[in-house]
């Protein structure tokens, strides 16, 4: 009899974080399943949207560092800057990107493969947008 009321609480739990966490959860089947599509944007340039010319830049200067010690520091920076400036770093008031997630997301880069670049960019461009 408590076995039951144990399992249908951890039901109803599962199903409340499931619900909570619906885009995450997306997010990781898309990846798991290599079906990961670049979300919209504002266009930037015509062929790029300001978060893919953002997330295209912050992959490159992490991937092929110039300086050894403070790159994944100033990737992060301009990354920032460049958003701010194009108007895309926050949405009605609140920072698009929170601070753990940067960090989380630029570490993931640092250690994909090359030839992963296609679906890490995506899976940023997902996160962001």
């Not at 997630?101 to 640092?110: K, N, P, Q, S, T």
């Amino acid at each position: 009899m408590e076995e039951n009321k144990i399992t249908a609480i951890t039901k109803e739990k599962t199903d409340v974080l499931k619900e909570a966490y619906k885009d995450t959860l997306e997010i990781l089947d898309a990846y798991d399943h290599q079906t990961l599509i670049r979300p919209e944007g504002t266009y930037y340039d015509g062929n790029e949207t300001i978060e893919e010319v953002a997330v295209n830049m912050l992959y490159d200067m992490i991937k092929n560092p110039v300086w050894y010690d403070c790159d994944k520091q100033m990737a992060a920076i301009k990354f920032l800057l460049f958003l701010e400036w194009n108007n895309a770093l926050f949405v009605d008031g609140k920072k698009r990107i929170s601070d753990t997630l940067l960090v989380a997301l630029i570490l993931m880069i640092e250690k994909s493969m090359d030839e992963d670049k296609e679906m890490i960019i995506r899976t940023v461009l997902n996160c962001i947008c």
